[in-house]
């Protein structure tokens, strides 16, 4: 039987949550909504972890960026659409999504393509091309990069 918690205890199990793992403040007012914590003592609770830097959304956003184009292998467009829903502001994703490593980010695109390309049957040249523009797609690449590297694979 889950009994209920006081402010001071999520306050302190957040404490506990955002110390071991990045975490943003649409994560800690998931959680405490979760913990039966009260709107306004949700808020009070989110303040004490902003001032005292256990939450910090530039620094959540880097991290995610990081992890989730060289972890994860996904796109600009589709770590910004997970970032929004989380409720990052647009100019701290912006500044995350600068921080991208270019030609690091181009490799990992190439070698998801060439992977992919290697899985795929001996279809017609623009059938593969569509299967590999659809997959760049899905992991949330842009469409004209995307372009651009599957004509690079599929005639070099």
Same mark, same amino acid.
């Given at each position: 039987?889950?009994?209920?918690?006081?402010?001071?205890?999520?306050?302190?199990?957040?404490?506990? !949550?955002?110390?071991?793992?990045?975490?943003?403040?649409?994560?800690?007012?998931?959680?405490?909504?979760?913990?039966?914590?009260?709107?306004?003592? !949700?808020?009070?609770?989110?303040?004490?972890?902003?001032?005292?830097?256990?939450?910090?959304?530039?620094?959540?956003?880097?991290?995610?960026?990081?992890?989730?184009?060289?972890?994860?292998?996904?796109?600009?467009?589709?770590?910004?659409?997970?970032?929004?829903?989380?409720?990052?502001?647009?100019?701290?994703?912006?500044?995350?999504?600068?921080?991208?490593?270019?030609?690091?980010?181009?490799?990992?695109?190439?070698?998801?393509?060439?992977?992919?390309?290697?899985?795929?049957?001996?279809?017609?040249?623009?059938?593969?091309?569509?299967?590999?523009?659809?997959?760049?797609?899905?992991?949330?690449?842009?469409?004209?990069?995307? !372009?651009?590297?599957?004509?690079?694979?599929?005639?070099?």
């Amino acid at each position: 039987m889950n009994k209920q918690i006081t402010t001071h205890e999520a306050l302190v199990k957040a404490q506990n !949550i955002c110390a071991k793992q990045e975490k943003c403040k649409a994560d800690i007012r998931k959680k405490l909504y979760e913990w039966k914590i009260l709107p306004e003592e !949700i808020e009070k609770i989110i303040n004490e972890l902003l001032e005292n830097k256990f939450i910090d959304e530039k620094r959540y956003a880097g991290f995610y960026v990081k992890d989730k184009y060289k972890l994860s292998k996904w796109g600009r467009i589709k770590i910004e659409f997970s970032l929004r829903q989380k409720q990052i502001e647009a100019s701290i994703i912006a500044n995350a999504l600068n921080e991208i490593n270019e030609d690091e980010y181009i490799e990992i695109l190439r070698a998801e393509l060439k992977k992919k390309l290697k899985s795929l049957k001996n279809d017609e040249k623009h059938k593969v091309k569509e299967k590999l523009l659809r997959f760049a797609q899905s992991r949330g690449y842009e469409i004209e990069l995307s !372009i651009t590297m599957v004509e690079e694979l599929l005639t070099g």
